[in-house]
């Protein structure tokens, strides 16, 4: 089974603390993903990683960086959080798109509850 | 711009009697469709997907899901529901043809009453 890992399932940091989401899936996927999960708003994407150093920019970056230095890692990164940051974060993994083929099934990793006070 | 709505924030229904979680979608081309499940405090759950082919798709838990090319719409449904089967339920849809992203609903709340 594919597994998906994220370093916590609840934090709790101060405004303006710099907050490292970690991210770790163990199937060899190329695309790696980040979303925010609000209630009434679904999930939002925040970033998009295709390959080892490759990112792009999803519906709401802002606040926001990531990194992958690994294929297996990718991580989220809060320069200076803030209250409005306050969320589920939800981690994702999937096959690349085989060109002309279908789209693969992205796999979730269980969220990470952040509160920022 | 592709999209998908769930016009229903929250389902009803008592235990053992049919199930139908809404989805709609706007896309241009072949939608790429899926139905994802989140149950409490844990992340999202692949239900089934639709690529191309049979328009009825059956998926895990019993669940299968509609595609209506006419009517735009990916129903989610289930002959009989379990009161284990209340959970926050996804539809999504993939972006466009040449990127691997997905758009997702808003999310439907489904509480089964024993």
């Known amino acids: 089974d594919v597994k998906v890992t994220q370093s916590s399932r609840y934090l709790v940091k101060r405004t303006g603390e710099k907050v490292f989401l970690e991210c770790v899936q163990d199937m060899d996927h190329e695309n790696m993903f980040w979303y925010r999960q609000d209630p009434g708003l679904g999930l939002r994407l925040i970033y998009f990683?295709?390959?080892?150093?490759?990112?792009e920019k999803g519906d709401i970056p802002e606040g926001y960086s990531v990194s992958r230095e690994k294929k297996e890692r990718f991580s989220l990164i809060l320069e200076s959080a803030s209250t409005n940051q306050t969320s589920m974060y939800l981690c994702?993994?999937?096959?690349?798109?085989?060109?002309?083929?279908?789209?693969?099934?992205?796999?979730f990793g269980p969220g990470t509850r952040l509160t920022v006070l | 711009a592709q999209s998908v709505a769930q016009p229903e924030d929250q389902v009803n229904v008592a235990e053992g009697n049919p199930l139908t979680v809404k989805c709609t979608y706007s896309?241009?081309?072949?939608?790429?469709l899926f139905w994802y499940v989140q149950y409490p405090n844990r992340g999202l759950q692949f239900l089934l997907k639709?690529?191309?082919?049979?328009?009825l798709v059956k998926g895990s838990y019993g669940f299968e899901a509609e595609f209506n090319k006419s009517q735009t719409s990916f129903h989610l449904k289930k002959p009989s529901a379990l009161v284990s089967d209340s959970a926050l339920y996804f539809c999504?849809?993939?972006?466009?043809?040449?990127?691997?992203?997905?758009?997702f609903g808003t999310g439907t709340r489904l509480q089964v009453f024993p």
């Open positions: 994702a993994s999937s096959s690349l798109l085989i060109a002309g083929g279908s789209t693969d099934t992205q796999y």
């Open positions: 990683s295709y390959d080892v150093k490759m990112k």
């Open positions: 896309v241009s081309g072949n939608p790429y």
């Open positions: 639709y690529i191309t082919g049979d328009n």
């Open positions: 999504a849809v993939r972006e466009s043809l040449d990127t691997d992203k997905l758009i």
